[in-house]
């Protein structure tokens, strides 16, 4: 009884653990803050497709905190807050959608910084998360790369 007890504590303590703030993780704080601010896609793959240049050209993702709104051909795609965890290989990412078609559920997915450039694939609602930034047919993944806009002045 007294072991059931012990297994107990220590999942909890690692359930504390791997659901710590970005504020509380280094890593996690330095990505969050880099991804702030507005970025404009360049490319993308959604199912396997290209996703055309002239839909690229008003595509834009706001980041404030936790928080992320991507609009896509002027329209809102998703709000979503979001948690990263840079520990992972690859970074791993967790949407929990708020707006959009999407409502209500939550898209896992990976993400690399690169500088100005951040990459994201994410899988569909109720899907796996990805393990590599590929969208194929028939795979139900969105795979993007963004820009960060220079602010202007």
């Not at 107990?8 to 659901?19: K, N, Q, T, Y």
Request: include cysteine.
């Amino acid at each position: 009884m007294k072991t059931i007890r012990i297994l107990v504590m220590i999942g909890i303590a690692a359930l504390a653990i791997s659901s710590t703030p970005a504020a509380d993780n280094p890593a996690a704080k330095a990505d969050l803050a880099q991804l702030q601010g507005e970025w404009a896609m360049v490319s993308g793959t959604s199912d396997g497709r290209e996703i055309p240049n002239e839909r690229m050209g008003d595509s834009k993702r706001t980041c404030k905190g936790d928080e992320t709104t991507v609009i896509v051909d002027g329209q809102l795609l998703f709000k979503a807050r979001f948690t990263i965890d840079p520990s992972k290989k690859p970074k791993a990412i967790d949407y929990n959608i708020t707006d959009g078609q999407a409502k209500g559920k939550k898209r896992l997915g990976i993400y690399e910084l690169s500088g100005d450039t951040v990459k994201f694939c994410f899988a569909a609602p109720g899907e796996e998360r990805p393990t590599d930034f590929t969208s194929k047919s028939g795979d139900h993944r969105t795979s993007s790369e963004w820009k960060r806009e220079k602010k202007q002045g």
